[in-house]
């Protein structure tokens, strides 16, 4: 079966650091993603990770770790505007565009 | 270069109805994936087409069915519908659908079932 976990909720304050946690069990694994997304908006592309490792892009960071089907997304100088849902979606073993995601992890950034 | 849009962005209808949702890619992709989101499930693939072929489908009833046309805009049509497929649509759009081809979602089609 399809399963992605992620925190419902996370608070945090301006200036700080969070890191939102995925874990996941997929049939084959092709590549995890993060999404943000603001209240009544799409998602928006913010990382993608198919090797183990770190990937940094400015403020956010994304680690993926397959052997333990692990991910987290880190956020540095929390900003306000940072206040949104973060989406954890995992690509399944055939390759296509077929994402499962987790059910998002709402951020609540405070001043 | 315009975004993926959606229309309509809002619509009511009542049980037993049906109702057809569009999609328009960004210039240029061909794959074309469309969501379900609700809050209690959160995102749901429905299915993806790429080149007018429907390539992949999620774990929902046949009265959720999609096309492709000839230009990549893509239609889904949920027919008969409940009061439980009341839902934010979504549509993503990207190049080919392969590799680390980046998916862009659309804004989204709200649909209330009364």
């Known amino acids: 079966g399809q399963n992605i976990d992620q925190p419902t909720e996370m608070t945090a304050t301006e200036g700080a650091i969070v890191q939102i946690n995925c874990t996941y069990q997929?049939?084959?694994?092709?590549?995890l993603f993060w999404y943000q997304q603001h209240a009544g908006e799409a998602p928006t592309f913010l990382s993608y990770?198919?090797?183990?490792g770190l990937e940094e892009k400015g403020r956010f960071s994304s680690f993926l770790s397959r052997s333990k089907g692990y991910s987290y997304l880190l956020l540095k100088e929390l900003q306000m505007k940072d206040s949104a849902s973060y989406l954890c979606?995992?690509?399944?073993?055939?390759?296509?565009?077929?994402?499962?995601f987790g059910t998002g992890t709402r951020l609540l950034v405070s001043p | 270069k315009a975004g993926v849009t959606q229309t309509p962005r809002y619509l009511i209808k009542t049980r037993g109805q049906q109702v057809t949702l569009s999609c328009s890619p960004i210039?240029?992709?061909?794959?074309v994936s469309w969501y379900q989101q609700t809050p209690g499930q959160g995102l749901q693939f429905l299915f993806e087409?790429?080149?007018?072929?429907?390539?992949n489908k999620g774990n929902f009833p046949g009265r959720f069915s999609g096309r492709q046309f000839s230009n990549s805009r893509s239609e889904m049509n949920v027919s008969t519908l409940e009061l439980g497929d009341s839902a934010l649509y979504l549509c993503a759009s990207s190049l080919s659908g392969l590799g680390e081809d980046t998916q862009y979602f659309g804004p989204g089609t709200r649909l209330t079932v009364l």
């Open positions: 087409y790429f080149s007018e072929t429907q390539r």
């Open positions: 979606a995992v690509r399944d073993g055939t390759g296509f565009q077929k994402l499962v």
């Open positions: 997929t049939s084959g694994f092709n590549g």
């Open positions: 210039s240029g992709h061909r794959s």
């Open positions: 990770n198919v090797l183990d």
